[in-house]
Nanobody, 121 residues
Framework: VQLQASGGGLVQAGGSLRLSCAAS????????MGWFRQAPGKEREFLAA????????YYADSVKGRFTISRDNAKNTVYLQMNRLEPEDTAVYYC???????????????WGQGTLVTVSS
């Protein structure tokens, strides 16, 4: 499966962005989907995940209440709605597909190319 992340850009602190992750080659219906980010000089960080069945979600404490993950299986797309953005949210954001709901990047088999989010103060 190929994943294409989009929706990044420059936003002021307090603003919002919605990232999209579109899949091709295979339906996302059978995969758990995750969003991660990596800031310069830092390790890749788990943000949120959504299960394939039932739509259960799982969030990192750092984004809980501000970010929302959702999926539209008909469009083969997963979204990350990001609200109340802070300069500390500046990073390259990645989507990933895997077999099970997990915060570990090792559990995801397919990755998008990343989309840059820059939050200005």
């Amino acid at each position: 499966v190929q994943l294409q992340a989009s929706g990044g850009g420059l936003v002021q602190a307090g603003g919002s962005l919605r990232l999209s992750c579109a899949a091709s080659g295979r339906t996302l219906r059978s995969y758990a989907m995750g969003w991660f980010r990596q800031a310069p000089g830092k390790e890749r960080e788990f943000l949120a995940a959504i299960c394939c069945i039932g739509g259960s979600t799982y969030y990192a404490d750092s984004v809980k209440g501000r970010f929302t993950i959702s999926r539209d299986n008909a469009k083969n797309t997963v979204y990350l709605q990001m609200n109340r953005l802070e300069p500390e949210d500046t990073a390259v954001y990645y989507c990933a597909a895997g077999e099970g709901l997990s915060r570990s990047s090792n559990r995801y088999d397919y990755w998008g190319q990343g989309t840059l989010v820059t939050v200005s103060s």
